[in-house]
């Protein structure tokens, strides 16, 4: 099973950019979750490109829940969404068909599926797959909350423009889920967004870094060979096209410290076993330590850009230009963030209905 | 199955640091490989301790196949290959079972097994239970070989000491597999052996960074949602208890590009569609390209050190000091590269034999 | 993953009786397979209630397939189809809710689900759900018959008529697939007719035996721990909620005989190494020996009947008598033949991919 | 991965007939389950041929823990135990190599393994084999007892001769424990003891019938689609190479009955909603009940029998005689049953262990 992911609850997705509509299945709910539909079109909001920073693509994500729920609360059988797509412009795409985009997978699409692909918009491959994954992780994160568990991320960085550390991480969190431009400062907020906007004006593109949080994780949960907290949420995340870089805690920060820096060293804190530092990131031997779980992943640049650039026909093998038509984001760090946490949602409570059994998430 | 890895071809490690023996079962391999028991010799002295810049703890390695190979061929049945532990010293450890180490796995591993864990020597999380991956995957890498697949990962860093970058991919990574200390250029290899020996005089430890070439594999593995290539190999490499950071291509760097200067172009290169630059990594949409795979990993500093350290005491909760006995490391990164080497073997083998068929490695 | 089935080639099923829609998604399809719309629907007319032998209920079962099919072909990624339920009654079963019919899964589903199970008509449970299994193997069987695969069920024996076995397994199968009732003998198949509407005058139901034969079937397919041909496909078989028994070959028969009168004999058959019987049913050591694959299941009667029967009620625990209202069938014995055809062939299809690679089916 | 089983709880067998070793790796084991040596010593005697029913080879079944257990507790981590391989004749098997013994698996290991197969003794699809997966579930038993879950297994039928039904399921499995020929009516026990030596003496072989009980199962354990109770315990059962035929409850007699003689009537009993008969074997919609587990599966007679036999030689495709040397039990459906109850176990506690969670066991 390989376009799955999860063991005890798993999360399958389907569907194409231009294709009547994409979707997922999410097997291994626990009965009797309260399933809330404004918040799951709030969560897709969040990913919905909006204003000059994004593609003007506009996806109404119009949703439907064709099984699983009833009344309002999850039935513990598989729950299918699917969202439809409306604002599909595929003749945009008629031309590329031989045409790979550089940094895309159309080549590699080509490579697997021979010519099969139903490669308009991206097909399999858009970004606009990822919302599935938002809808479906909408159910799991009110879930999450009830048992204290709460996942943040904000756009660490935008070429030279860093926001701020996590401070307090409850109210941050908080704060970060009612903001669209997930950044904790809002000054760097203000030029991140400009710095976006003078990006696409050039026609091209701009990645960054994003880091989440996930703060009341219980201790105890992942296995040492080979299912660790980091291999399971690394595995979920490299699935999005554009991430290409995470670490954990300190990360690549390590290789500048020796032990004594690098070690954090345990304290009792309010009667529970702590460290005082955290550059484990939550995980020690890949098994979560109750601290908080501290992540960082690299978005690179949107493929496609307003600028010529060469390419090969893959019929032909002759050199080519391509000027990408179609509508495409300048940036997809600030829409990537949502996904980000829904994946880690999903991921997160996969280990935790392992652990604790079928029923817990309820 | 959480201590398991791999669809097609998977492992399963077992054992702890002071029990009998540790070792692996693989299972999925096609009937046929050629076991050079040589080779598998080679492979575990690279990652045995050797000189001042390791622990003097000094173990043989002596391995035993159980099943899967007879006549010097795999049978196509799952392979047992345990290994011996010879020189332990469980005494050591005698005065440390309530007081966690700072950064191992210690406290989690209470937290996940409530004290029944065998925690001598880190138990199961020890890095001792890497010599079975080394040694499950010297069966593998031979017939990688032989299909032209090379696999080869050097340090590119420890402390403020570079390595130079891979430059021929296929002569670098045949110096590399007859060295111990794994560095391309050897001005840089003398200090950082210097630099390890100076941190270990100190009684401290230090990390580093490995980069890793997968040369041949072919265009079209993996799957995009969600067994990517990135998503596996990450996975894998995260149950390596000091990994940290996993990125591809030009991973964090990406944040510091704009789309046009990220994107990797397509040329025409011996009638076969490559790309002029690789800040991919060999991997577009999470599907194999046919360029070299290139990733890089975080080893974190040795945990273990010669230094006093505050820790908790785990039943008493009362603070405590720890002077970790026990012998150690000063650095791993060394030591860990054959293991990246070898665990990325067993991911490649197991998506390419999911991919063309149980008989294919052969 | 619990309610999916399959390694390379993977089902998954969604949906209850009573909601919007069921459906399924196949994961790890080739692409390039034909997909022939109508075809489906035949498969489908074949599970579909008919006559006097079946449920008045009657669904048209218009199918949508969402992703992974364009341009008449499937594209290698996942597959889903729904199929939406339009003649639902479920006032019909409001007055049961707590009234679980005897040997239906009502009671069980109560314990698994505590309650928030949507119930109505047999929710998940539902025979319903077998429509998307037919439309989903409906893409397979085409292209197992172009590789020589094919796979006929009959109605062994309904009360106590029995069919004639098979003789010519190609004439056969072909003409099984071509007849609604499956019945080899037609003065066998009348007589089966008229016991099933003498049943249904009665208000009472009747069940029956089922065995199929899987031609073609290459040599040398299986696992011996654990993933046999008899494993995976019982496995499969049993989740259809109305089979109970599963044999292969002579199956419960070897009681009866010695070994060598049980005992295959090796022949040689155009230049192949055959048996001269088929005892094993085309099955040794769990792997496929190239002789058709044989198999019987038991199918019970349907659960539903028209007569007064005793139950308790789930909230007060008060025995209570019952008299099912909704529409149900006296037999599903004919309508579940296509049901083990299609979970075979999926089954079947499964085990190939894994052997054979990814691209094998197309 | 196609040589394990299980979710939550796996077991992975290694090893050949004539190998050094064989043995297995349970993994998911909770931590703290009490590990009774002694226990895995009487378990593996109920396998152990004895007497003049069964073969004279004699393996003591010394048996090692490699990993796992401490100080008498499970780890929580992968338990890996081998037993030795002592009593080996390889040269007995010498001339068999290319004459595949009848309804053995010598000729598909063939077609499936390319000739690398160690098939002495039958390689890895030898009986043998079984020993691991009785010793892998002796440390299951006694904490599904605990928590008062039973399984107890009889010889149901050898030849013509019955066993009488379950009566006191208590009693009986009580008293089946402790039995090395697993018969209740002792005048039933005697009679097949004479059968069995009367087809010893003509150099043939017999099969039988097993039933088989598990008592104080939870009712909601188990999915519809597709990991039923049935579907698990089958696909489990179905690796014993000589399991030929699996039925629930009234299995195949149900083609007999009608649906008002076939329901099983709810009723309250202590409290709790029972059924007043038992048709459906403990398992409706694929859910336990909470009613006995109840199921029966055919053993094929010894295919290795002391009679000349038709055989085909794989290399020259000429026919030829084949007289099987070696050792071989003229029935092995005795030794089987401890077998059974082994590998129901190992399912059972699979099931149980993905219901409530990973510390359930222990």
Not at 160 to 166: C, K, L, S, V
Not at 269 to 290: M, Q
Not at 326 to 340: E, K, N, Q, S, W
Request: glycine share 10%; charged share 20%; proline share 4%.
């Amino acid at each position: 099973m390989k376009n799955s992911f999860g063991d005890s609850i798993s999360i399958t997705l389907f569907g194409e950019s231009h294709g009547p509509a994409i979707g997922a299945i999410i097997d291994g709910l626990s009965p009797g979750i309260k399933v809330d539909e404004d918040f799951i079109k709030k969560q897709l909001s969040l990913r919905r490109p909006q204003g000059r920073i994004s593609t003007p693509r506009s996806e109404q994500d119009k949703f439907s829940i064709l099984s699983g729920v009833h009344n309002g609360y999850t039935c513990g059988t598989p729950v299918c969404i699917t969202i439809e797509n409306s604002d599909v412009k595929t003749k945009d795409y008629a031309s590329l068909q031989c045409l790979p985009r550089p940094s895309h997978a159309d080549f590699t699409a080509r490579e697997k599926y021979h010519g099969f692909e139903f490669s308009a918009g991206g097909g399999h491959f858009s970004g606009r797959i990822t919302a599935s994954i938002v809808a479906a992780a909408a159910i799991i994160i009110p879930a999450l909350n009830k048992k204290g568990i709460y996942i943040g991320t904000h756009i660490k960085r935008i070429a030279d423009i860093f926001d701020r550390d996590f401070s307090d991480y409850s109210a941050d969190i908080d704060y970060l889920s009612n903001n669209y431009f997930a950044v904790l400062d809002k000054s760097a907020s203000q030029r991140m967004n400009e710095k976006i906007i003078s990006i696409a004006n050039e026609g091209d593109s701009i990645g960054g870094i994003l880091e989440t949080a996930v703060c009341g994780m219980p201790a105890g949960v992942g296995e040492p060979w080979f299912d660790t907290v980091e291999g399971k949420i690394s595995h979920a995340l490299f699935s999005i096209p554009a991430v290409k870089a995470v670490e954990f805690g300190a990360g690549f920060l390590f290789a500048d410290m020796c032990g004594c820096e690098a070690n954090d060293v345990f304290i009792v804190n309010d009667g529970k076993i702590k460290t005082k530092t955290n550059n484990n990131g939550g995980v020690l031997g890949g098994i979560s330590s109750g601290m908080p779980i501290i992540f960082r992943c690299a978005v690179k640049p949107t493929p496609t850009i307003s600028k010529l650039q060469k390419t090969v026909d893959m019929k032909t093998l002759e050199e080519a230009d391509i000027l990408a038509p179609g509508r495409h984001d300048p940036c997809i760090v600030h829409r990537a963030r949502i996904v980000v946490d829904s994946i880690t949602a999903l991921t997160i409570a996969d280990m935790l209905a392992f652990r604790y059994g079928t029923d817990w998430l309820a």
